[in-house]
């Protein structure tokens, strides 16, 4: 490498949920640095060229502008921004493999194999190739041999470098990392990237380790923050059976400081990209290295997410006196969880396909998620392995699902309210307004524990939350 720190360029294949954001911080941070993010998808790309971001995050519009035109470029040109490059990051989607061998556990590696194949392709001279997607353990063994077997001459360090950011806070969790993880082999492809990273997270918090290592850890990460959610739900399983109160019995073990207060928030069940991805991927590790017993541990995990998922719209049903066939329920909030506009595994998409399957009318509010993706969610969670949606199932979405354009609106007439995602609006609306636009009884079921339990009965509501008992005006 004969570039200087001051004349570093830096190119990301995939501009997501993790490429756009991490790529922005770079380049707000580091002005000198040319950071060229690439897609392959051209309407997104002209979205993060646009004022309408692809990406919806607190904070995230402001990090873009400062950078955008200066030292921040997003394109299609990806073969141009490989050979320009001296650090070139992988953020590609790892999703699950729903075909063929390990199909619904492993990986779908796709993605990655077409980054490094592209790499090989367009590269001269030395390039460090940074793994920022979520990948299985020893699959940069996979990328050096792609990148050493098809290239054109060029040479190559591989390191890991996964990504712990959260969506809805992903612009903090990049200014202020718990820790950035650093895996590789070469001393000096390591430091190169640890000087990225120094530009403004302290020293002691980028730790540096062996590639195994490094790719191992986020799966680890993400399979025991989502254990700690799973665990938090068992027991609502058993709070609402006995009467004791999740958010109490939270408290009660969260101040014990070995066990600490945080993800102990039960839920209608954990959601998003990463979790149950991450840990499937993790059971099939566990599988192919024939440790049966470690794959069901963390597979139960997942089992029980599921489980938690089906007990609220069973609860939902059993409570509206068995049936909520042709009846109208308020769905407020289908993003996976607040300060996002990403939909993917929402427990929110489940609970509403099993309520349609039920035959209730649906009016869905999301304060950031378009009508049309709400639709592509449920049309999906309804289709066959290979995405087809049958006649039938088009009609059910069709005539039983609405979208409304605020929380209002979504309750007029209803008989119930589920509250699916956590948004600060729903804690905050006026409890009068909404009681007097409904049918009675007027449930409201709480999949977040967040509404003011007590007021909502004083105004006649029936109220129904996580792992507590429920309550109605006597
Ligand atoms: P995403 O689907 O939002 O973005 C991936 C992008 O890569 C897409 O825009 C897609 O068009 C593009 N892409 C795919 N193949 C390409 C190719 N060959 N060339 C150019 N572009 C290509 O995914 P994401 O949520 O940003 O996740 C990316 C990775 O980061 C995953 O491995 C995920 O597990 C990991 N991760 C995600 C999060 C999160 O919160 N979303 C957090 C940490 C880690
Ligand atoms: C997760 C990890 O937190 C992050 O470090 C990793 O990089 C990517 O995966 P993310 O999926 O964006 O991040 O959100 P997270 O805040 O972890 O929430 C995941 C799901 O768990 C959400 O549906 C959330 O509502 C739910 N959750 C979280 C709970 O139900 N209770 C909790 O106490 C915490």
Known sequence: MNTTPSSLKICCIGAGYVGGPTMAMIAKQCPDIDVHVVDLNQTRVDQWNSSDLPVYEPGLDEVVQEARGRNLRFSTNVDQAISEADIIFIAVNTPTKYFGIGAGRAANLEFIEKCAR???????????????????????EAVKR?????????????????????????????????????????????????????????????????????????????????????SINAISALCEATGADVDEVARAIGTDSRIGPKFLKASVGFGGSCFQKDILNLVYLCEHFGLREVAQYWEQVVVMNDYQKRRFSERIVRTMFNTVSDKKIAIWGFAFKKDTNDTRESAAIHVCRDLLEERARLVIYDPRVP?????????????????????????LIDANVT??????????????????????????????????????????????????????????????????PSLAHI
């Open 118 to 140: 592209k790499i090989a392709e367009c590269s001269q001279g030395h390039k460090i190739v940074v793994e920022k997607s979520t990948l299985p353990v020893r699959t940069a």
């Open 146 to 230: 792609i990148l050493n077997s098809a290239a054109k001459g060029a040479t190559f360090d591989v390191l890991s470098n996964p990504e712990f950011l959260a969506e809805g806070t992903a612009v903090q969790d990049l200014l202020h990392p718990d820790r950035v993880l650093i895996g590789g082999e070469s001393k000096e492809a390591v430091e190169r990237l640890v000087q990225v990273y120094a530009r403004w997270i302290p020293r002691e918090r980028i730790l540096t380790t062996n590639l195994w290592s490094s790719e191992l850890s986020k799966l680890t990460a993400n399979a025991f923050l989502a254990q700690r959610v799973s």
């Open 371 to 395: 009508e049309s993706q709400i639709r592509s969610e449920l049309e999906m969670a309804f289709a066959d392995l290979v995405g087809g949606l049958s006649d039938k199932h088009k009609k």
């Open 403 to 468: 979208v409304a354009t605020d929380a209002y609106a979504a309750a007029k007439d209803a008989h119930a309210i589920a509250v699916l995602t956590e948004w600060d609006e729903f804690k905050t609306v006026d409890a009068t307004r909404v009681f007097e636009g409904m049918r009675r009884p007027a449930f409201v079921f709480d999949g977040r524990n967040i509404l003011d339990r007590e007021n909502l009965v004083k105004h006649g509501f029936e109220v129904h939350s996580i792992g507590r």
